[in-house]
């Protein structure tokens, strides 16, 4: 006869329950969950209402997701659980360029754009040129790279936010690296913004007193030929927020200077207007043979 359920052998026998699964790794996720999961319930004991209410929001998290909104990706973003996926999936040689989360505003087919061009189609901002590298860990550069960038604009929003006051695609594009591995794109400075606040995640938020925003960033994903893709961004120094990041996607190698400058023949070889910003961002990738 099976033992009773009690606190001491609850989860193991709820453990026991998968020893025949047949997928080795399963087993193993299953396991590991149902072994963590009631440790936080002994570790918590919620009352009938509190479990009701962890239901209630999680019930709530689901139903705000749709095919344009992941209210279950944002909530492990604010929990630095999407960080920490992240970073346990980069180990890597140090010189390689760090990788950070992707957010929920990449889309899938940015702008096709040539060496040079403007991601920006409404001229609301301060100007600012981006240059840089793909090169490969021991420095070749790497030429035919793709390089796909997106930002929010200087009111802190994406495209896709509000697409009844920006054309989709703005504020993004898809370079090809030149024979030297460069690229090179005008926009306007990012701004800080908000993660979205109108779900169970801004009252999460709310409720533990803590901001919504992210510091001002660009979005890129590198790749190239024989190499592992990097997913990362760019992040403003000196900008507001970058200690206390909302979902903790901050590393201190991705910030850079976004230097002012006041040199009208720079502007004229880059084809903006002075005073414009200027960051360089050279990018590294691994090779998928080392
Ligand atoms: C973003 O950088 O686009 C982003 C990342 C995580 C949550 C919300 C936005
Ligand atoms: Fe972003």
Avoid at 142 to 148: N, Y
Avoid at 226 to 231: C, D, F, I, L, N
Wanted: overall charge negative; proline content about 7%.
């Amino acid at each position: 006869m099976a033992a009773d359920f009690t606190e001491e052998t609850a989860a193991k026998a709820v453990v026991d329950s998968f020893t025949d699964t047949r997928d080795p790794r399963l087993r193993q996720i299953l396991t590991s969950l149902v072994e963590h999961l009631h440790g936080f319930v002994r570790d918590v004991e919620p009352s009938m209402q509190e479990w009701e209410q962890a239901i209630g929001f999680l019930t709530a998290t689901g139903q705000m997701c749709s095919d344009t909104r992941q209210e279950f990706i944002l909530l492990s973003d604010v929990l630095g659980v999407s960080m920490l996926v992240e970073t346990l999936n980069d180990r890597k040689p140090e010189a390689v360029t760090d990788s950070t989360v992707l957010g929920p505003f990449h889309v899938v087919t940015s702008p096709r754009r040539e060496f040079g061009d403007s991601i920006d189609e409404v001229g609301d901002g301060q100007p600012c040129v981006v240059t840089g590298r793909v090169v490969s860990v021991d420095g070749t550069p790497l030429p035919g790279a793709g390089v796909d960038v997106w930002q929010a604009d200087a009111h802190g929003f994406y495209d896709v936010q509000r697409p009844d006051v920006t054309p989709v695609g703005n504020l993004r594009g898809l370079f090809t690296t030149d024979d030297g591995g460069a690229f090179e794109f005008r926009t306007v400075m990012p701004r800080h913004y908000p993660i979205p606040t109108d779900g169970p995640v801004g009252q999460l938020l709310t409720r533990t007193s803590r901001h919504p925003y992210r510091p001002a960033h660009i979005h890129f994903i590198a790749e190239a030929a024989g190499h592992h893709p990097v997913t990362t961004h760019v992040f403003v120094a000196g900008g507001e927020y970058l200690d206390t990041d909302a979902v903790f996607a901050v590393k201190q190698s991705l910030v850079r200077d976004f230097v002012e400058v006041d040199d009208p023949q720079q502007a004229r070889r880059y084809g903006v207007t002075a005073p414009f910003r200027h960051v360089q961002f050279d990018i590294v990738l691994a090779p998928t043979g080392a």
